[in-house]
């Protein structure tokens, strides 16, 4: 194959920019990344950022090479999921052998993966330059430029923004973005139970907000992502350690037992944006740079993913016409996160509220799910990726 090799500048280096990166450069493009931080190095202590990855995502870790090095104590696979309202009588359950599965999915802690794609990438020749950002970038139709803060000036047939939700380099370039606030913070937190949880993500529709429990690779740990309206957020950061154990505990209708806090809280805002351009002149914008949705289905890693797999695809041809095929990229992946908000949206509006028709009318459709074969098998199969 007559093969170009492309010059490509990847600002960011959280799960999306460093995947992007490690498969550009094992398809032979030159790579540089720039990070305003270090190296992710975790702990002993499981991480408080956590991402139930899909099926679909693993593919591609797969491809990369990197799932396999993943150390095995870190990864919590689930094989079932269990969601229920806790203002009505509805309830679904899921389980992986329904579909002919070893499990639905696995929960993977963010800087345990960062740091498996970060030294995958270093080995693989790409160029990881730490604690700079970039200061100024020049865009045209056949190249581009950036001035790091260091004062060096890189040049690049590519620009990728892979700087996370606050992207910079999306800023500077003006990218067209639609925005909103949910008015929640999500609170996660690890906890030891003292039952096990089986390998099962629980979430728990709340009016305030969605609760879910994450099955960590011990068999009484599991991660906890608390979506709570941004007051209810405020009296759950400032209560006593046992007060909060206790409002999980009832909030869990005491399925794991009893809970106790093995780490710190942390809350993050929740906001939805995407933006309207995903491509412009020779800027492309990937992961939560594009996009960034509400964490109550585990997806935006997930999209952001699947952002990174068709990317690469595009990359993997010689581009005569690489308008064209960023133009069929930017479409597809656009209205892949669309439809995403959306049913987020649905979701959210569906459940937080406690209006009393409301309440039956999601009770009933929960019931429905569960016990419509054809039905159950498309949300799992949604669940999935696939
Ligand atoms: C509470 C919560 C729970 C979640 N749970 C799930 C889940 O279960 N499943 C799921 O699929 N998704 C989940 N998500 C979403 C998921 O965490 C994100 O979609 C994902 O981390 C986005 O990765 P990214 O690489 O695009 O961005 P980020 O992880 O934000 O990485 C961006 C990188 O860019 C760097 N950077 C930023 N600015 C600059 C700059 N100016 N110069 C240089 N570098 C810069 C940052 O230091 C960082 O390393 C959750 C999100 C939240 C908030």
């Known amino acids: 194959m007559n093969k170009t090799r492309q010059r490509f500048i990847i600002t960011g280096a959280g799960m999306m920019g460093l995947s992007m990166a490690l498969g550009l450069r094992q398809q032979g493009h030159q790579v540089d990344v720039i990070e305003q931080g270090q190296r992710p190095d975790y702990g002993d202590k499981p991480e408080l950022r956590v991402s139930a990855l899909a099926h679909r995502s ?21 094989t079932g999921m269990e969601v229920w309202d806790r203002d009505s009588f509805g309830g679904i359950e899921f389980d992986a052998a329904e579909v002919h599965q070893d499990n639905l999915g696995a929960i993977v802690e963010n800087a345990v993966l960062e740091q498996a794609l970060w030294d995958a990438a270093e080995a693989a020749g790409v160029k990881l330059a730490t604690g700079t950002t970039v200061n100024a970038q020049q865009l045209d139709d056949d190249a581009v430029q950036v001035t790091l803060s260091d004062g060096r000036q890189l040049h690049g047939d590519y620009l990728i923004a892979a700087d996370g939700a606050r992207s910079g380099t999306r800023e500077r370039a003006q990218l067209p973005l639609t925005f909103w606030d949910y008015d929640q913070q999500g609170i996660v937190a690890v906890l030891n139970t003292s039952q096990p949880h089986g390998g099962i993500a629980r979430q728990v529709f709340m ?59 942390a809350s993050f805002p929740l906001k939805m944006h995407y933006v309207q351009r995903w491509v412009q002149q020779r800027l492309i914008a990937i992961g939560d740079a594009a996009h960034s949705i509400h964490p109550l289905a585990g997806q935006g890693a997930n999209l952001g993913f699947a952002d990174v797999a068709a990317l690469l695809e595009v ?16 479409r597809e992946r656009k209205a892949a996160a669309v439809v995403m908000i959306a049913a987020m949206e649905s979701f959210k509006r569906g ?3 406690s209006q009393p028709l409301a309440r039956i009318t999601r009770g009933l459709g929960l019931q429905l799910a569960h016990r419509l074969p054809a039905l159950k098998q498309r949300l799992i199969h949604a669940a999935l990726g696939q």
């Open 207 to 265: 009016p305030g907000g969605p609760l879910a429990f994450l099955p960590l690779a011990d068999p009484h740990q599991v991660s906890i992502v608390w979506s709570a309206d941004n007051e209810l957020a405020q009296a759950l950061q400032a209560m006593p350690d046992a007060a909060f154990r206790k409002q999980l505990q009832a909030a869990s209708d005491h399925c794991l037992g009893t809970l106790e806090l093995v780490s710190e809280r």
């Open 351 to 353: 459940f937080g509220t």
């Open 315 to 330: 990359f993997s041809d010689n581009l005569q016409d690489h308008h064209r095929t960023l133009r069929n990229w930017e």
């Open 58 to 78: 693993r593919g591609l870790l797969q491809q990369l090479g990197v799932w396999s090095v993943l150390p095995a104590e870190r990864l919590g696979p689930y």
